[in-house]
């Protein structure tokens, strides 16, 4: 009985955090979201957000643009991830670290560093504002990208790779049917880190002087302009697109222990 | 020739590039067609790595396996018709059963029907009918294992491989399951490939067993060979229970052993040193005048069908199996046929006695001190004023530590004086061995050492006997 009452008390800091930094400001977004600047209720935003071609436009460049991204990260970031986790290197952790090791380097830093190399192989960076974006992204997230991999990778169980090639399969089709399947969880969750922040992160391309708009950019934009209301719908509907993303793909996965987990 | 073999493993080794370790060391093994072998042996002997060579998921680094008279050493597994049934099952956990046990048939690209008609057949066999859209996170240890033997079994290998299939279940479970599987075994005519540390369940199930220790083959035979004809004492230790004694050949089928002559059946050399196994059940009790020799019971356990009686006669300790049982305190005699007592040639006949360290920092048997570097036994150890210091310089407390000493029979002499040496005994046997005469002498303390001189000594002599210092051995024991 005692006992259960000092577990009960324990959760209380994270129930005011909770309150105070979860859902006191969702409950402040939407409040915002669908009213007006003289606090009465509206849906002009929601209406505003699918019909100004400047947003959608903006939605889809930054859709493309994180898909890109994504991508790009992915595609560096499996065969890394799989030759680590499947190598017999002693000093795998001291690799696997490596290349998370940028980020823990000042983020402002090396995405100057970055710009300056940009420069000197573009001359203006003003000419191929969607690539650089995608270089500038795709260096500041693959370690979240390798990370999960890595993990989901590395505890795949080894003689499921034998049973499938001592049941006929040669390694082409282990990988296709086995390792690649069964790695579907860190990839999710590679995706989910790499491509939600890739949608708003528009600090990266300010910082290599990026004139492209991006979903975040629109909602700073929106907020500097003291127009509060459709920059929270535009963040509320971001929030929506996430929820489904992560519905669609984490949600519907069962095994939830397989998920792959940041370290 | 090769016909009538499957497969066929000649010398092969398996040496691992990264750390230089030799898994299996020459293994030679003829397997007939449709046989049922195991390999038997502790963890770490070398039975698994020599069952994953022939499934292909390691290489052998020298040696040749034949199946069909065909070396496919180097072949990748997907190139073998040998298939595995693994330790842990190895389903795939993102496919259903029907895809799990259809997953060889469709790289085989059969049709759809036939593979249908294959997969609900071996679902059929296995006793898991309609099982096919289940996922496998919902089956049972032991449907699991079904389901593994289903996948296997459905490819129609030449060769079924299985690595401790049972070894996850429980102990009910696992008997059901060794008669399916032998049952399994004759309805199919595949030969299998067992792999086991489970005596009993090799006992159970193959028609032969190869019994492996530390990367080599110690013994290849029926169980009956093997339980009944053990060809050494790790053999026979291993497998089943017994009583194993370091004797010599007395006579013309005569052993002495655990303190007693007994009449054998294995025609050994006279003179020869051997190891003596006696199982358990084979020890006949007696009344305590009547028995070769006899003891004093120290513990009875039941065990069901049988009681176990441990018996503790003069310096040795005789475990027995019988349905009569005995109060502990008991005098006993103890008798044995000649068919129970299995002879087999040692490979060691050191003598081993505990000392104790005594205040000089030398060693202390039977008041007797013997020199000995302590110094070289504990590592970094060093003596300072009469105190053995360890490395950080902290004084070792010797007073509870034993050590070890060994001395080869060959070194040991004896001598008139009784006290020359370090101990003293009684000569209860002599045998001529050509140049020099084989001696039994029976100690103060009760053990039987076995004595090489070439002099000749009288039966019943009071004899001292010394163990020179310069050919002993010394081991700490904790």
Known sequence: MKKAFARKYLGIPYAIFLILFVIAPLLVLIYYAFTNSTGQFTVKNLVGFFTDPNTIGTLLYSLGLALAVTIVCLIIAYPIAYSLAMSNFNSKAIIVMLFVMPMWINFTLRLTALKEILTAIEGNLAFHPFINSVIGMTYDFLPFMILPLYNTISKLDLSLMEAASDLGADSKQVFLKITLPLSMPGIVSGIAMVFLPAMTNYVVLDMLYNSTYIMGSLIGSYFSAYDWHSGSMIALVLLLIIVAFTLLTGGTEEEDKNRGALL | ?478
């Open chain 2, 1 to 478: 020739m090769s016909e009538e073999y499957i497969i066929e493993l000649k010398s092969i080794t398996k040496t691992y590039d990264d750390n230089g370790f030799t898994a299996v060391e020459d293994f030679n093994l003829q397997v007939k067609r449709g046989e049922f072998v195991t390999f038997l042996g502790p963890s770490g002997c070398g039975k698994t790595t020599t069952l994953r060579m022939i499934a292909g998921f390691e290489l052998p680094t020298s040696g040749q396996i034949l199946l069909d008279g065909k070396d496919i050493a180097q072949f990748p597994p997907n190139k073998r018709p040998i298939n595995t049934v693994f330790q842990r099952y190895a389903l795939f956990p993102h496919m259903n059963i029907y895809e799990n046990i259809a997953f060889g048939l469709k790289l085989k690209k059969m049709s759809p029907e036939v593979i249908k008609k294959k997969v609900s057949h071996v679902l059929e066999m296995v006793d898991l009918e309609g099982f096919e859209k289940r996922k496998v996170s919902t089956l049972s240890g032991g449907q699991q294992q079904r389901i593994a033997i289903a996948r296997a079994l459905v490819n129609e290998p030449k060769i079924l491989l299985l690595d401790e299939p049972l070894g996850a279940l429980d102990l009910k479970m696992r008997k059901e399951m060794q008669l399916e599987l032998k049952n399994m075994h004759a309805k199919l005519g595949i030969t299998f490939i067992y792999v086991t540390h489970d005596q009993e369940e090799a006992l159970t199930m193959s028609d032969k067993i190869v019994v492996m220790n530390n990367g080599r083959t110690q013994q290849i035979g029926t169980p009956e060979d093997i339980y009944n004809e053990p060809s050494n004492a790790f053999v026979a230790d291993f497998i089943g229970q017994s009583n194993i004694f370091k004797g010599i050949m007395t006579g013309h089928l005569k052993a002495r052993f655990a303190g007693g002559e007994f009449e054998c059946m294995d025609d050994v050399h006279e003179g020869t040193l051997v190891d003596v196994v006696v199982r358990p059940e084979d020890v006949i009790i007696t009344g305590p005048e009547n028995g070769t020799i006899s003891g004093k019971v120290t513990s009875v356990i039941f065990k069901g069908i049988h009681y176990e009686i441990t018996v503790e006669s003069g310096k040795y300790e005789m475990v027995i199996q019988s349905t009569k049982s005995a109060k502990v305190g008991d005098e006993i005699g103890m008798k044995l046929d000649p068919d129970g007592i299995h002879i087999m040639i040692a490979e060691d006949h050191t003598t081993r006695f505990e000392a104790e360290i005594g205040d000089d920092l030398n060693l202390v048997y039977s008041d007797h001190s013997i020199r000995c570097d302590l110094t070289k036994l504990f590592a970094g150890s060093r003596i300072v004023d009469g105190q053995l210091l360890d490395q950080s310089g902290e004084k070792i407390d010797t007073s509870d530590i034993k050590v070890m000493v060994s001395i080869e029979p060959g070194d040991i002499k004896m001598s008139d004086d009784v006290d020359a040496g370090l101990t003293s005994g009684n000569i209860i046997n002599l045998i001529y061995k050509g140049d020099h005469y084989s001696y039994v002498v029976r100690t103060i303390h009760g053990h039987d050492l076995i004595v090489d001189d070439e002099y000749l000594w009288n039966m019943d002599d009071m004899v001292g006997l010394i163990l020179p210092e310069e050919k002993m051995t010394f081991a700490v024991r904790k």
